[in-house]
């Protein structure tokens, strides 16, 4: 077992030794789960210390055969695309796990579910195998269902249940187009495989791409999630506890995102063509709508809920733009979003359990009472509305430069999305934060105590790094961003164009 | 002329265990019926030797009309097995219903006995001999519950419409004695390859009467009426395994007589096949969704499960036969499981079978609690679980034989059942209270019968490919 199937499988190790700690030791339970999650992120360090940031391809290959009579393979790997994500992923279950700290029952089956999750998520993210990916993308599924039905809140079982259904909904279908994928590259190439770099060489007409991109362009689209497939994240984010909104937040809306990047656009590019403006069209009305819905919710959880729908938004506006900013920038969003919203929800996790509310109306002149959270909030609040300086800038600034090369009009409403998203953000942050202190319950409450700055501070150290110093990142993604684009690329040259501004605005960016 | 019987030695075995267990049965007192369960699983494990022994390579008895290929023999283990689970889960369950243990095994034995026989038989006459001496076995054990007149109802219920679905059986048996002159499926076959030997209006009608007696034993809808009162009715683990062993009886009638031996004729019955499958899937999975009772849930879900079965029977070939066979071992696996938690559940004279039962029991019965989660995820056809695997297979075989209808129909077919099976982990782990007491506080072979359901659901899930080979092997081996 080498780098990477270590860093899988570390939490499901981990999760299996907790079954052997008494359960009435929540303590040790805690502790336990904390050590192998820091475990698990030291060694997602030390992938990324072996990890070569110049080259494109996929490295740190790990090959066993699975199922020899199907070619199936459980076949690992890493490139530019994935390796801050599995970072991402390794750095906030630690947090999630501090934030559940103040879970009292079924401390055990919480844990090990949280920690089932992670490898879940590392698995996914670093799978080659289409088959094997598919494993991991539901073995993400059921902890995540549970994490919310049984921990959740009032209606956590059918918030529970629709996040299980929807995702299920398109999954199975990318399943039959996982299938038929591997069928048709039998029948072409006489190899029976489920390994990506193989398959991703394999030219389908028109006509099957395009069936197969809807297969799996349905499938994460509804994880991302994008207009008109999002209604079952607010209903998940509100019900689930604050680790798993900040793990659902952080990573799991990620899958949607990496999976076109690394699975429906390289394998059908002609067809992610085609299908490029009506993506651009529902990512650009998701980042207005999401805008526009939070703008208007009472609850904070929601209305981070909602400015999700319209972050990714960002992201998906910048993939499907298919040039270097545009990829470069969302991927970079993705790491932004999962920072920024994982803290909002951790943020609201903290005055919720203070005063067991949510609504804004109850909260004002939290400032004078606890005056680390509301700098802490602050900092993410301009944070996740994109202030330059911090990481939020970097990656809507790319996306829309990117962006504006491809569709100018689209993009001049998306930056209206910034404008509603500065809006609706510092319109809460006034109404929690400033204003008189007149509730007599908030009168009361605590600052923050040093369990809750362990959890904001690496995460704020990262939005201040990340905003003023982006090349380590922006650099280790570019020569993959470049691969994937380089197939869209070859495709644009030869199928007849969409629409004819593109070629113009092609020439030019190429001629740059 | 000499006779081999050496092919026949594994159901002898069988049978001689079923004869032994009745007459120990007379001297056996009241309080020691328990060595009767260690007789049986002892000619359980003995047949099983012995098949596993002998595998392969023996030229067949009575002029080849019995077979030890090893089609056959993967059969022959799985029915050892599933009848050896049964024995395993029922011990307390009998006990406490009042129901008599001896014959009960010898009953359990019989059935098992039958359905070697079904699956060795490459005539059609011997095939329906086995298929009557497993079905009169298993209406007697759907029945034994003599208190309780739900029992007694779904006794009767089977009976008839097994009755009525053997007469289609055998009337199809008989027109293609007629239209070939031979009842041996070999012969049948060499009829099939010659030019003039598909001309007869008989055969067609003969396939289509005995397609329909085996659709009412694998409840394909719109044959499928008597499963969920027959289900319901009987003792809990006779369910399992009508659910299982006989399920995978017909099946193994259905993979040796269409899938191979009348593979000739396959292009007169797949329109016929595909909609039978799509019915079955969709019926079973739609109103297991309605169902208020776990019981009848699991009936629906067998029902819904030979609507997949079917995907394979219509995408027919090696890949279709392997699907096929993989599959049923591993819903064998998950629905044994299943059964033995509801067979857990009892309380005297009620079972536990309502989702309110279910209330509490993850937290409070952690280890029940933990394989009936594994055993809805795994039918439901979450990974790494072996429903996944297995459904995997079986939308493959549609797939490579281009019906790709087929897998996606079967595959929302899926999402269907998530409904049903999801209810029950939020009934166990998110629902509070539910049923107070402990019941079956020390049932060591039931618990016993449910981890071996789990080590199966999990291993075919994760490492499928011995079973894969295994599955592909045995279909290829016919001949």
Redesign the interface.
Known sequence: MKDLSLLVFLPTFGALALLLIPRRQTAALFKAALGVSLLAFCQSLWVLYRFDGDSAGMQLIERLR?????GIEYAVGIDGLSVFLVLLTAFLVPIALLASWTIHE?VK?YLFFVLLLETGMLGALVAVDL?LF??FW??M??PM??II??WGGQR??YA??KF??YT??GS??M??GI??LA?RNFQVTQSLTFDLLRIVNLHLPYNEQMWLFLAFALSFAIKVPLFPLHTWLPDAHVEAPTAGSVILAGVLLKMGTYGFLRFAIPLFPEAALAAAPVIIALAVIGIVYGAMVAMMQDDLKKLVAYSSVSHLGFVMLGLFAFNLQGVEGALYQMLNHGLSTGALFLIVGMIYERRHTRMIEDFGGLWKQMPIFSAFFLIVTFSSIGLPGLNGFVGEFLILLGAFQESPVWTALAASGVVLGAIYMLWMFRRVVFGPLDRPENQRLEDMNLREICMLAPIVALIFFMGVYPKPFLSRMKSSARLVLQRVESQRLAVPLIRSETVVEGKTARGN | METNLTPLLPSAEVLLTALTVLLLDLFVGKGEKGILVWISLAGLALAGGMAVFLRGGQPGAFQTTILLDPFALFFTLLFLVAAALTILSSVQYIREAGIREGEFYVLILLSTFGMILMAAANDLILFFLGLETMSIAVYVLTGMWRERSRAAEAAMKYFLIGAFATGFLLYGIALIFGATGSTHLGRIAAVLTQPKGQGSIFLPAGVLLVLVGLAFKVAAVPFHFWVPDVYDGAPTPVSAFMAVAVKAAAFAGWARIFLFQLAPLQNEWTVLLKALAILTMTVGNVLAIAQSSVKRMLAYSSIAHAGYLLIAVVAGGAAGGQALLFYLLSYGAMTLGAFGVLTALKEGDKDGEAYGDFAGLGFRRPFLGMAMTLFMLSLAGFPPLTGFTGKFYLFRSAIVAGHVDLAIIGALNSLLSVFYYLRVIVMMYMEEGGVEGKPFARAPYLYLAIAVAVVGTVYLGVLPAPALDWSLKSFSSLR
């Open positions: 699975w199922i020899p009579a199907y079924r089956e088959f598919y494993v539901e073995v599924l059921v269902y549970f039905g049984v956590r079982v529970a249940v299980v259904i299920m909904a199975l279908l399943l039959v299938i038929f069928t």
